[in-house]
């Protein structure tokens, strides 16, 4: 039976990266290990990593993305809710055999390697929740 | 100065509490090690902890709470991200002299012991931040 082994990351999708920044790394300390643009998303995202999980600001950079609607429709917020896996391809097939919706019926593949997919928040009680197996 | 340690939990609002375990629990697999009424919250909270962090769901038990109110305008979703701190007290004065919004000025206590406080989400990108402080 494939596993849930912890939470990766929480993703927070933010209007304003500086300001954003000042909150989580200026005011509550939290170190800034990079702030990247990843065009796979349309986005620019800090990693605040802490002991077993990290905390993910992401800023969309156009205004046609998933991100950038979800913005625009909600307000900055929490997004999504990542959690490592050790068996993705095992994960979906058994997700899917009980009947949850998932948005990636297959695995991804991140830029550097992660297999990554996403459940639909229509089965999740509304969190749009990301699976990650990095190794 | 006072630190964040770890992310302490993920705290997500369902309608169906039944219907969110059957994911959380029966699909994804966490176990489950407590499912408990909070009067003080009017809740009733399922906790389906990970190692470093848990999820916790949390289903309204009454029509009149904040967390009532939040599901009724917003729906199902991530409600608050609790941060573990080594020091609460001298945190909530730090990001008072930081100009970050507090809900809750002091600590508050649970019913076993925990510190803990609210940040309003007008400061931190649109997350209901908890803070505890557990030892």
Known sequence: MPKVKQVNHVAIVVEDMDKALSFWRDALGIELHGLRDVPAEKSQVAFLPLPGSEV????PTT??????????????????LCLEVDDIAGMLSHLKS???????????????????????????SGVLVELYQIS
Do not use: C
Request: aromatic content about 6%; proline content about 6%; overall charge positive.
């Open 56 to 59: 993910e600001l992401v800023q």
């Open 63 to 80: 205004e046609d993305s998933g991100i950038a609607k979800y913005l625009a429709k909600r307000g900055p917020g929490m997004h999504h």
């Open 98 to 124: 009980k009947g949850v919706r998932l948005i990636n019926d297959e695995p991804r593949t991140t830029a550097d390697g992660k297999k990554y997919a996403f459940i639909h928040p229509e089965s999740t």
